[in-house]
């Protein structure tokens, strides 16, 4: 199978305008974040698809591969899906911009997926993590996903998911790490497909994936990292980073 990672990089974010251009121990944090994902060699080639001549030329004049979108995209599956259509490749997996610790353990374990997926039955997989700290768990910016017994995703929600009725039931929360891993076919179907009334209300573009019949196959690890949507991510991840 021929893999490739695909990092989708806006310029404009609402919380955190440039925050991919945010110095981060001395490089931009989409230089980090690129430089992270070369340096798992999981892939054939690792790609920067942006908007932004900015972040095009930071990734080009450091030798690493870019790709200017065409168009307008409201969210990164589609970015990517434009940038691949013509790519003879098999899975694509979508690393997040602002996340400059991306590591190994957690992208190859997505990876392993599709190399144990014989009848081709799993069309996305994504990560979880347990979450335990009750305001995370209320936050809306933290994505929540619940599981069948085959950890294939039924729902992801900003709100926490699910309600604990049951006050004693010792319920388990997962956030949602938004890193994909896409058969090809799957991505194309994404672009084609119009955004229905769940995506449109949560705001999380996995469940276009879900309201279209694909199965996403969650796998959860212990690795958190840093994820920088805020100035305040940016002091976390410079800390971390010395």
Request: negative net charge.
């Amino acid at each position: 199978m021929k893999k490739i990672a695909m990092i989708p990089a806006r310029y404009a974010a609402s919380r955190f305008p440039a925050k991919l251009m945010q110095d981060l121990a001395g490089k931009p944090v989409i230089l980090r974040t690129y430089e992270a994902a070369v340096q798992t060699k999981l892939f054939d080639d690792v790609y920067v698809v942006t908007d932004s001549e900015i972040i095009y030329e930071t990734i080009v004049k450091e030798g690493g591969l870019a790709i200017m979108s065409k168009k307008e995209h409201d969210c990164g599956s589609d970015r990517i899906a434009e940038a691949v259509m013509q790519m003879d490749v098999d899975i694509i997996v979508n690393v997040q911009g602002d996340e400059p610790f991306t590591e190994r353990e957690s992208l190859e374990a997505v990876l392993n997926v599709f190399e144990n997926d014989a009848q081709k039955e799993i069309d996305l997989a994504s990560l979880m993590v347990k979450i335990t700290d009750a305001e995370e768990i209320n936050n809306p910016n933290t994505v929540k996903v619940i599981v069948d017994n085959r950890n294939f995703a039924l729902y992801f929600s900003r709100s926490p998911i699910p309600y604990p009725r049951a006050k004693d039931s010792n319920t388990c929360y997962y956030k949602h790490k938004g890193i994909y891993a896409f058969r090809k076919s799957a991505l194309m179907d994404f672009q084609r497909l119009p955004m229905l009334q769940l995506e449109a209300t949560e705001k999380i573009e996995a469940i276009r994936y879900l309201e279209y019949g694909k199965k996403i196959k969650m796998v959860e690890t212990n690795v958190q990292g840093i994820e920088i949507d805020t100035p305040e991510d940016l002091k976390k991840a410079q800390a971390a980073w010395k």
